[in-house]
């Protein structure tokens, strides 16, 4: 494996990692009044200062088309964030040499401490602090709630997780029922 850490991080500059039917939107961080409670493992405002660690079993850096490509068991962890992809590209600017955009293919699994979602892609994009996934997505909660959708697009900036359905089918979710009280 090639472990790719706090110096990729200073190369690359990063800030970060990290036709539909309507919707289904979920919402991290302290309820409103009259809201239910979130779920423990809230993603808003996730410090994408944090250095990343990256490991795979090959690394390319491409000074021409201004990009690292990543191959082969990729793991990316950022904070409490933790990306796993068979190939993962992190793009950025010429001019600033910041990252702009981390694109990751193959087997993408995102996790947070009680959160999963695996798809066929994902993308990051830097600057609008935001992770779409696609492929279908299949989103699960250690709770055993688990939601299917086309695309997921989770807004790390507001805590915003939005499921997006592209035919009739929709979105569809089984959420777990708690034993009623005695």
Same mark, same amino acid.
């Given at each position: 494996? =090639?472990?790719?850490? /706090?110096? /990729?991080?200073? $190369? $690359?500059?990063?800030?970060?990692?990290?036709?539909?039917?309507?919707?289904?939107?979920?919402?991290?961080?302290?309820?409103?009044?009259?809201?239910?409670?979130? +779920?423990? #493992?809230?993603?808003?405002?996730?410090? =994408?200062?944090?250095?990343?660690?990256? &490991? !795979?079993?090959?690394?390319?850096?491409?000074?021409?088309?201004?990009?690292?490509? %990543?191959?082969?068991?990729?793991?990316?962890?950022?904070?409490?964030?933790?990306?796993? @992809? #068979?190939?993962?590209? !992190?793009?950025?600017?010429?001019?600033?040499?910041? @990252? &702009?955009?981390?694109? @990751? *293919?193959?087997? +993408?699994?995102? *996790?947070?401490?009680?959160?999963?979602? *695996?798809? @066929?892609?994902?993308?990051?994009?830097?600057?609008? *602090?935001?992770? =779409?996934?696609?492929?279908?997505?299949? %989103?699960?909660?250690? =709770?055993?709630?688990?939601?299917?959708?086309?695309? $997921?697009?989770?807004?790390?900036?507001?805590?915003?997780?939005? %499921?997006?359905?592209? #035919?009739?089918?929709? +979105?569809?979710?089984?959420?777990?029922?708690?034993?009623?009280?005695?």
């Amino acid at each position: 494996m =090639t472990r790719v850490s /706090l110096l /990729l991080w200073l $190369l $690359l500059g990063c800030g970060g990692l990290w036709g539909a039917a309507a919707p289904v939107v979920a919402q991290d961080g302290p309820p409103a009044s009259g809201e239910a409670a979130a +779920v423990p #493992d809230s993603l808003r405002n996730h410090d =994408t200062s944090q250095p990343i660690d990256i &490991e !795979a079993r090959s690394a390319e850096i491409r000074q021409r088309e201004n990009q690292v490509v %990543f191959e082969g068991a990729v793991r990316a962890v950022q904070g409490v964030l933790q990306l796993d @992809a #068979d190939r993962l590209i !992190a793009l950025f600017s010429a001019d600033t040499d910041q @990252a &702009e955009r981390v694109e @990751a *293919r193959g087997n +993408v699994v995102i *996790r947070s401490a009680r959160r999963a979602a *695996r798809g @066929a892609w994902a993308i990051y994009d830097v600057a609008a *602090r935001r992770v =779409t996934m696609g492929g279908p997505v299949t %989103f699960s909660q250690e =709770t055993g709630d688990r939601l299917t959708a086309d695309r $997921l697009v989770v807004d790390l900036e507001t805590g915003l997780w939005q %499921f997006e359905g592209a #035919d009739a089918a929709g +979105v569809s979710g089984e959420f777990a029922v708690p034993d009623a009280p005695q």
